[in-house]
C-alpha cells in the first residue's frame, strides 16, 4: 500500500479548495491522502466535493476562539486520530492545526510540514494576542519538520523573530500557486469596467475602503460596476454583517453577488478588474487566479498582494487602510487605452505563467516527502 500522507486544516472548504491540485496529485502516484478538518457551517456542502479516492475526518475546532479549553479538546482529538491513523507525513495550515497539530505529531514521531500562510488576525493587532500567538508558534514550529511559507516579508519575520529555524523553512516564492488550466486565460476586452473584489467579506480584506471607493467613483462614472464575490463569515472578529452590505448595496455603491462554486466564469467575465484592498495576506488565492485568466490587478503595496502586480504593467498598488488612494487606481485604470487595458491583461498572464504555475509548487512537496519518507 501506498504511504499515509494527512492534510489538516481549520475548514474542509479550504483544504480542497486551496490544495485540491496537490492532493489529487498525491493520490495519483499513488499515495493514500486523508483530510481532516471541520465541516460544519455553510462550507459543509464541500463534502460533496472531495477528490476520489480521498477520505474524510471531520473534526470540532473552534477557529477563531481563544477558550484554552476548546483548544485543549481539539489537541486532544488531533493526538487520537494521529494515533490511530499513523500517517507517514502530515501537512499543517492556518495556526490552530500549526500550533496544536505540529505538538501531537511531534509526540507521536511524525515528520510534518506547517504551511504559514500569512501572519494572520493575532499577528496583525498588537498586544497580549499578538505575544501569545507568537510564543505559541515558536514552542511549537520548532517542531515541525519542515516550515513552508509565502512571502519574502513573512519569511524574514518568522527568522528574524525566532520563530522559525532557517534549515527547516521553505519559502516558496510562487506562493502556493495556481492551477493555469484550471484557470485559463480570459479576454477581458469590455467596457465598463468592473471592479471586483473576491474574497470573505471582512474588514481587514477592505470592505469599507471598497465602498469608499465605488462611492467616489461611482459619482462620477455611474455606469462603473463594484460588485463583491464571497462569504460572510460571522465567526471571524472583524466580519461584516450581511445589513451592513445590504445597507451598502441598497445605497448603489457596490452590488453583492454572494457566493459561487464557479469562481471561473464570474471573475472571468470580461471588463474585470480584480480589487484587493487587504491589509494582511499570505499569498493572496484570488489575485493569482486572476492573473491566471488575465484580469488586471488593483491591490494594496503589502506583502502577499505586492507580489501579483508590475505597477503600470497589470495593475497598480495604493496604500492599505486608504479608500481615496484605491479610487485614484481606479480613475487610472478607466483613463486607460483600450490597447493599454489589453496590455494588462497579457501581462498578468504571463506573470501567472512565469511566476505562480502550481506545478513548481508540487515539486516543492515532493521534494519536502523525498526527503523525509523516501518516494
Not at 224 to 244: A, E, M
Amino acid at each position: 500500500m501506498g504511504k499515509k500522507i494527512l492534510f489538516v486544516d481549520n475548514l474542509l472548504w479550504s483544504v480542497v479548495n486551496f490544495r485540491g491540485f496537490i492532493i489529487r496529485r498525491l493520490r495519483d502516484e499513488g499515495y493514500r491522502v486523508v483530510l481532516v478538518a471541520p465541516k460544519e457551517g455553510e462550507y459543509g456542502k464541500t463534502i460533496n466535493y472531495l477528490p476520489e479516492g480521498v477520505r474524510f475526518i471531520p473534526v470540532k475546532m473552534d477557529r477563531c476562539g481563544t477558550n484554552p479549553f476548546h483548544d485543549f479538546a481539539y489537541f486532544r482529538t488531533l493526538l487520537k486520530i494521529y494515533r490511530k491513523e499513523r500517517p507517514d507525513y502530515i501537512f499543517h495550515y492556518t495556526i490552530k492545526p500549526n500550533i496544536y497539530g505540529t505538538v501531537a505529531a511531534s509526540s507521536l514521531g511524525i515528520p510534518c510540514t506547517s504551511l504559514i500562510a500569512g501572519l494572520g488576525y493575532a499577528f496583525s493587532e498588537g498586544g497580549f494576542s499578538k505575544h501569545v500567538a507568537a510564543y505559541l508558534y515558536k514552542k511549537a514550529i520548532r517542531h515541525a519538520t519542515k516550515v513552508f511559507t509565502l512571502s519574502e516579508d513573512n519569511y524574514n519575520f518568522l527568522l528574524s523573530n525566532g520563530i522559525c529555524l532557517p534549515d527547516r523553512t521553505i519559502w516558496l516564492h510562487g506562493g502556493e500557486g495556481v492551477d493555469l488550466k484550471a484557470y485559463p486565460f480570459m479576454p477581458n476586452a469590455g467596457e465598463p469596467p468592473r471592479f471586483l473584489l473576491v474574497g470573505r467579506m471582512l474588514a481587514d480584506k477592505g470592505y469599507y475602503e471598497f465602498v469608499e471607493a465605488a462611492r467616489i467613483v461611482r459619482a462620477k462614472h455611474p455606469e462603473v460596476h463594484f460588485q463583491l464575490l464571497g462569504t460572510v463569515d460571522p465567526s471571524y472578529p472583524l466580519n461584516i454583517p450581511l445589513d451592513r452590505i445590504y445597507e451598502d448595496v441598497d445605497s448603489g455603491a457596490v452590488e453583492y453577488l454572494g457566493t459561487t462554486d464557479n469562481i471561473q466564469a464570474e471573475e472571468g467575465k470580461r471588463g474585470t478588474v480584480v480589487v484587493l484592498p487587504s491589509y494582511h495576506e499570505g499569498m493572496s488565492r484570488a489575485l493569482m487566479e486572476a492573473l491566471s485568466m488575465g484580469k488586471p490587478v488593483i491591490t494594496t503595496d503589502i506583502p502577499g498582494c505586492r507580489e501579483t502586480v508590475e505597477e503600470g504593467k497589470n495593475g497598480f498598488l495604493v496604500p492599505k487602510r486608504d479608500g481615496k488612494a484605491l479610487a485614484e487606481a481606479c480613475f487610472r485604470y478607466i483613463a486607460l487605452s483600450a490597447e493599454e487595458k489589453e496590455a494588462f491583461s497579457l501581462h498578468s498572464r504571463k506573470m501567472a505563467e512565469e511566476i505562480f504555475d502550481i506545478e513548481k509548487v508540487y515539486v516543492e512537496y515532493k521534494k519536502v516527502l523525498t526527503e523525509s519518507i523516501g518516494k
